[in-house]
């Protein structure tokens, strides 16, 4: 059974850092590619970014509003995959999910992504 | 960047049908999938790539996708189905990104 536990989650002042972690089980974590996705008190979901695995070269990719603050890691040997989010802004409150990302070409030859499992989140409060 | 439309709220007698759209500019020609939040839990694929369901997710749940819309699909609705439903794509049309729609609130009378 897929299991995803996030941590790290707390109360941090604007502009402060904040590392989140997720203890990933059940599957083979080195050859899966992850996500994470917040969502907002009372808001919808929105995604924040994703890492590939290290075999498909363990690239990431980051959603505008987050870009260039925070940054997606894995350590395979730990089944652990890490968001760092440093210069953090109220806006950034929310819950934050780790998920498993499926990836595919679908019938039209263009990259398609879904996330399969999803952890029970870590609510991250940023406030003075 | 790419932006997904849903109505805020469906509402549906138990046993009807309720269907939830989402729309995009030209999301026919993308795959879409759809998840299910209850409240204070964390969302469930029920539906990818247009029209699959994960194993476990009832045959009550459908999907199809042409032209500018999206649709989720909830046959003989039951009071469990409560909850909100969010439609994704993937967007590689610029840089690559995951997108949600706005939700949907569906609500069982």
């Known amino acids: 059974e897929v299991q995803l536990v996030e941590s790290g989650g707390g109360l941090v002042k604007p502009g402060g850092s904040l590392r989140l972690s997720c203890a990933a089980s059940?599957?083979?974590?080195?050859?899966?590619?992850m996500s994470w996705v917040r969502q907002a008190p009372g808001k919808g979901l929105e995604w924040v970014g994703r890492?590939?695995?290290?075999?498909?070269?363990?690239?990431?990719d980051y959603a505008a509003p987050v870009k260039g603050r925070f940054t997606i890691s894995r350590d395979d040997s730990k089944n652990t995959l890490y968001l760092q989010m440093n210069s953090l802004k109220t806006e950034d409150t929310a819950v934050y999910y780790c998920t498993t990302v499926t990836y595919y070409y679908d019938s039209s030859g263009s990259p398609a992504e879904y996330f399969q499992h999803w952890g029970q989140g870590t609510l991250v409060t940023v406030s003075s | 960047s790419y932006v997904l439309t849903q109505p805020p709220s469906v509402s549906v007698a138990p046993g009807q049908t309720a269907r939830i759209t989402c729309g995009g500019n030209?999301?026919?020609?993308?795959?879409v999938h759809w998840y299910q939040q209850k409240p204070g839990q964390a969302p469930v694929l029920v539906v990818y790539d247009d029209s699959d369901r994960p194993s476990g997710i009832p045959e009550r749940f459908s999907g199809s996708n042409s032209g500018n819309t999206a649709t989720l699909t909830i046959s003989r609705v039951e009071a469990g189905d409560e909850a909100d439903y969010y439609c994704q794509v993937w967007d590689s049309s610029s840089d690559h990104r995951g997108v949600f729609g706005t939700g949907t609130k569906v609500t069982v009378l």
């Open positions: 059940g599957f083979t974590f080195s050859n899966a590619w």
């Open positions: 030209n999301i026919g020609s993308k795959s």
């Open positions: 890492i590939k695995s290290k075999t498909d070269g363990g690239t990431t």
